[in-house]
């Protein structure tokens, strides 16, 4: 393998994989991105010359995204409408991107018989209680909850038809949430770090009590990557690093790292449809692959992601008005 297509990979989490293939690999690497309001060219910016090319272009236009895939060894498809929120106001995008965009990469990688990874999400299995013991596994049922987990079940579903019936190279990774550098300030954690650096109360849905499982964008990457070299093909990998925290505790610890009292936020409107709680058990990556997460300490973690924020102001503050006042709208 030589040539790598990364679609989204001017996004969050595809901009840090695109660093980690960079900074751990040889291969080349072409960006298909339709740079949307959540991607930045500068996330891929600065990187080796010869090694990383941007194509602008959407994954649900075949005349893109035939000769690509075409052109090169494997395709890792990060591209997605990402935002539960968003996905509440204006379902259509999600529909169209996640799984008609998906849909076109499975038909060119078809015809060209190139090896396929699909980065999906542990919203798929829909939510836990909070004193559930259990975890979601690579055999829990499929039971998403909003427009936007529900196009990414669409998506993960007809990747398991192409590899069944017709013998589509893939394999599919869920995992849990992600933090890190290069992350939208409409997300949670980023938000609430700019919030502060704004002077401005963070904001907590409902009551807080909402459990995520914070993973590192770079550790998610690092996943994805083994996957890619030794996943076994039709193979689901769930990908997760321990990390449940509820969102009080995230909001009390971005306060207390930035010097300001831990009471200092509001709880304003919750989330329609709010999923309680995702967990991982992700024995099986470990287990086949040897996978381990690099960033073990949450708290470490988010105090390196809260000073990368700290330090590049000039990334993020054209969005900042535009991203708060569409919140204000809804009172979030
Ligand atoms: P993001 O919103 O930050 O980035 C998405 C990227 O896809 C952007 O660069 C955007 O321009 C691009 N894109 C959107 N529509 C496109 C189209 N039609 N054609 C080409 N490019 C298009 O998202 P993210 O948080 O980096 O998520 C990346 C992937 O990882 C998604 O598939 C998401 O479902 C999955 N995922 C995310 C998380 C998380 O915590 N953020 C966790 C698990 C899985
Ligand atoms: O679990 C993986 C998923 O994680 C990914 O598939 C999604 O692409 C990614 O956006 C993320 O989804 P969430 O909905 O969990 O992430 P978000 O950052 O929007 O919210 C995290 C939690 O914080 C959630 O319980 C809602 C809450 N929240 C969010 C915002 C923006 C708040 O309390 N206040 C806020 O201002």
């Known amino acids: 393998m030589e040539r790598l297509l990364v679609t989204g990979g001017a996004g969050f989490i ?13 291969l080349h690497v072409t960006v298909l991105d339709k740079l949307t309001y959540a991607a930045s060219r500068e996330s891929i910016a600065g990187l080796p010359e010869g090694r990383v090319e941007l194509v602008v272009g959407d994954i649900a236009d075949d005349d893109a995204v035939d000769p690509l895939v075409a052109a090169h060894d494997a395709v890792v498809h990060f591209a997605a409408e990402s935002h539960n929120d968003n996905s509440l106001h204006d379902p259509s ?3 169209r991107t996640n799984i008609l965009g998906s849909y076109t990469i499975l038909e060119a990688v078809r015809r060209h018989d190139k090896r396929l990874h699909h980065v999906s999400t542990d919203e798929v299995y829909g939510d836990l209680e909070l004193d559930d013991p259990k975890r979601f596994t690579e055999d829990t049922p499929y039971n998403p909850s909003s427009p936007y987990s529900a196009s990414k079940a669409g998506s993960d579903h007809l990747v398991r038809a192409w590899v069944r019936s017709f013998g589509v190279r893939a394999t599919v990774s869920n995992c849990s949430n992600n933090y890190g550098p290069w992350q939208h300030i409409e ?3 980023p938000r609430q770090i700019t919030n ?11 009551s807080g009590e909402n459990v995520r499982d914070w993973i590192h964008a770079d550790d998610h990457s690092s996943a994805v990557l083994a996957i890619l070299e030794r996943g076994r093909i039709g193979e689901t990998y769930l990908i997760g690093a321990d990390g449940e925290k509820n969102n009080l505790e995230v909001v009390r610890l971005i306060l207390r790292l930035m010097g300001r009292s831990e009471d200092d936020f509001d709880h304003v409107t919750d989330r329609a449809g709010h999923d309680l709680r995702y967990a991982i058990e992700s024995g099986k990556l470990r287990q086949e692959l040897g996978w381990q997460p690099r960033f073990q300490d949450f708290e470490s973690g988010l105090a390196d992601t809260i000073r990368w924020y700290q330090e590049h102001e000039d990334w993020w503050r054209p969005h900042k008005d535009a991203t708060e006042a569409k919140y204000a709208e809804k009172g979030q």
């Open 14 to 26: 595809g901009s840090n994989f695109v660093h980690h293939v960079v900074n751990h690999t040889d």
């Open 93 to 95: 995008p999600f529909i």
């Open 187 to 189: 997300k949670f954690i």
């Open 196 to 206: 502060v650096i704004d002077g401005i109360r963070p904001k907590l849905y409902g």
